[in-house]
């Protein structure tokens, strides 16, 4: 089957600060004794999983990452009894997702941690809420609550694809399918500063001539290099071996890590950048990073100020390096490259989903 489908993408974004630490200053990495920008993995999967991509190629297959599945009971029940009824049974639903929390805190029917809840384990909850306000008895232990809700195996694509884990009912975690890299610079940057102010447009000019705000916020630019591993085995197991959500699943990931970042400051930067080289390789071999090539910052390597073409030619020749020490291993690949013109993001995505 070509178990594992392997990307490698290089992205160059002009001045932004994508990803915040604690500080507001863009993440950064040590590489190679030099800074570089980072992009968290969780930024990431955020933003793909919650795009415009996302929710139209994986309609009724995504999940839901929340402390309010008791809310939604919740809401459910308002109108069918009374209030303390209702929120009984709210608390007890959400108890077979997490924690609950406290009867006297504000919102007693949240969990304490985020879940990710499957459409089918959401339907799951209103229906035996609806048999519970019915009179239907409790279930008689927390662990035979979690099997009349919870699901091994569903049709969410971003839970099978980015796993979930519950810690009170850890037979219904999901390994993840998919495993993403924090993107890093191919080269060594300096976090710049922007210092800017606002006027205030009702200030006369009798008043002084200040700011009526001044700020501070950091950024940077440089060619991000971004590594995904899919299992596509692993990726159908989770699914139940549906392979029509399993390939679309590998569709909205490709065509958003492609086209789709964090939107930190975006409204300051517009940040909206699309990626242009894309390495795809699809096989049973042991995945492998190739951020190896960039261990030395490609700044070092080249005399030219062209990083993008020279990440291209680094990261290619790395790959070929691999190839030519441990042999190609049946491992394939499809190229796509903006700056030429030659591939497609199309092609790729038919790449690795082929034969799924």
């Not at 809420?129 to 232990?141: F, I, P, V």
Request: charged residues 25%.
């Amino acid at each position: 089957m070509n178990r594992f489908v392997q990307l490698h993408l290089l992205t160059f974004y002009p001045p932004s600060n994508l990803n915040r630490d604690d500080t507001g200053k863009p993440k950064t990495a040590i590489i190679g004794g030099v800074t570089r920008l980072r992009v968290s993995s969780q930024a990431l999967k955020r933003a793909w999983r919650t795009s415009d991509i996302a929710h139209d190629v994986l309609a009724q297959h995504l999940g839901e990452r929340t402390q309010r599945i008791g809310s939604v009971v919740l809401d459910h029940l308002r109108d069918k009894l009374d209030a303390g009824k209702a929120m009984a049974i709210a608390r007890e639903v959400a108890s077979a997702f997490g924690k609950v929390k406290g009867e006297n805190d504000p919102n007693p029917e949240f969990t304490e941690q985020l879940a990710f809840i499957a459409p089918e384990e959401r339907e799951a909850a209103l229906a035996y809420a609806d048999a519970r306000a019915s009179g239907e008895r409790a279930a008689e232990e927390k662990k035979a609550l979690a099997e009349a809700l919870l699901r091994k195996t569903d049709t969410a694509a971003d839970i099978a694809m980015f796993g979930r884990m519950l810690a009170d009912s850890p037979d219904f975690n999901r390994e993840a399918a998919v495993q993403v890299a924090h993107a890093v610079t191919t080269h060594k940057v300096v976090v710049d500063d922007d210092y800017y102010t606002a006027v205030d447009d009702l200030k006369t000019k009798a008043e002084d001539a200040g700011a009526g705000f001044i700020g501070e916020t950091g950024f940077g630019a440089g060619v991000f290099y971004l590594y995904i591993n899919i299992d596509r085995a692993l990726l159908l197991k989770n699914l139940c071996g549906d392979a029509e959500v399993a390939k679309k699943a590998i569709e909205a990931l490709i065509r958003a890590s492609a086209t789709i970042g964090p939107r930190g400051k975006s409204a300051s930067f517009a940040s909206f950048a699309r990626a242009h080289f894309i390495l795809a390789e699809r096989g049973d071999a042991a995945p492998r990073t190739l951020a190896g090539a960039f261990l030395q910052p490609i700044d070092n390597v080249v005399k030219e100020t062209d990083f993008l073409n020279a990440s291209i030619e680094k990261l290619v020749e790395t790959r070929e390096n691999f190839a030519a020490v441990y042999g190609d291993e049946g491992v394939s690949e499809r190229r796509m490259n903006a700056l030429t013109g030659v591939g497609s993001l199309a092609d790729i995505v038919a790449f690795a989903s082929e034969a799924l």
